[in-house]
């Protein structure tokens, strides 16, 4: 069974601060890594995909992949009270489909 | 932009009635997905599709069927809706290795 693990949080931090959210995964055949935000009541939109090693910026938004480790991470910088959401960590290999972590509740305080 | 369309936002329904949840993209994505998702534990997969008229099981597809009979509409099917199959259904589609676009999700709620 592949998993997928998040703390499940919920994380504070201030306004203005970096907010860290941290994903594990067992198959080492991932390929393909995925962040998404859920707010209450809605469904979840994409925020980052990250292939390679690394990190990958986008604004506000860095994913950093290590495969050896089986980690991804999340970091947002410059927080907002905008960003109070729930994180979904998701993982593919090849053509399979995602398999989502229960997301870590993310809460930034103004 | 892709537009993922769920039948209905809201629906109340009796137990051991079927109920059918009605899911269309308009970006001619070959995948085709439905979650639910629960509090507690997550986005759960009951079916998918690679392709019209082929659906392959998820991890949770006990009680649920789908159809796929053109490719940019995929149903789920509760043959006869139980209380525990309250919850959040949420339809999403794609294209081969990519990211998966959901819909705005369908909360069912089953009297």
């Known amino acids: 069974q592949k998993e997928v693990e998040q703390n499940s949080g919920p994380l504070s931090v201030p306004e203005g601060a970096i907010a860290s959210l941290n994903c594990t995964y067992s198959d080492r055949g991932s390929q393909s890594f995925f962040w998404y935000r859920q707010y209450s009541g809605k469904s979840p939109e994409l925020i980052m995909f990250i292939y390679s090693n690394g990190d990958k910026e986008d604004g506000r938004f860095t994913a950093q992949l290590n495969k050896a480790s089986q980690y991804v991470s999340l970091l947002i910088r410059d927080s907002q009270p905008s960003d109070s959401a729930t994180y979904l960590c998701?993982?593919?290999?090849?053509?399979?489909?995602?398999?989502f972590g229960k997301g870590t509740r993310l809460s930034v305080i103004a | 932009d892709v537009k993922v369309t769920q039948s209905s936002r809201y629906l109340v329904k009796r137990t051991g009635e079927k109920v059918f949840l009605e899911c269309v993209q308009d970006?001619?994505?070959?995948?085709m997905f439905w979650y639910r998702q629960d509090p507690g534990l997550g986005l759960r997969l009951i079916y998918f599709?690679?392709?019209?008229?082929?659906?392959e099981k998820g991890d949770i597809p006990e009680g649920y069927s789908v159809s796929r009979e053109k490719k940019e509409r995929f149903s789920l099917i509760l043959e006869s809706a139980s209380t525990n199959q309250t919850s959040m259904y949420l339809c999403?589609?794609?294209?081969?290795?990519?990211?998966?676009?959901f819909g705005q999700g369908t909360r069912l709620t089953v009297v």
């Open positions: 970006m001619d994505h070959e995948n």
């Open positions: 998701a993982v593919r290999s090849g053509n399979t489909p995602l398999v």
């Open positions: 599709s690679y392709d019209v008229k082929m659906k």
């Open positions: 999403a589609s794609g294209i081969g290795t990519t990211e998966a676009f």
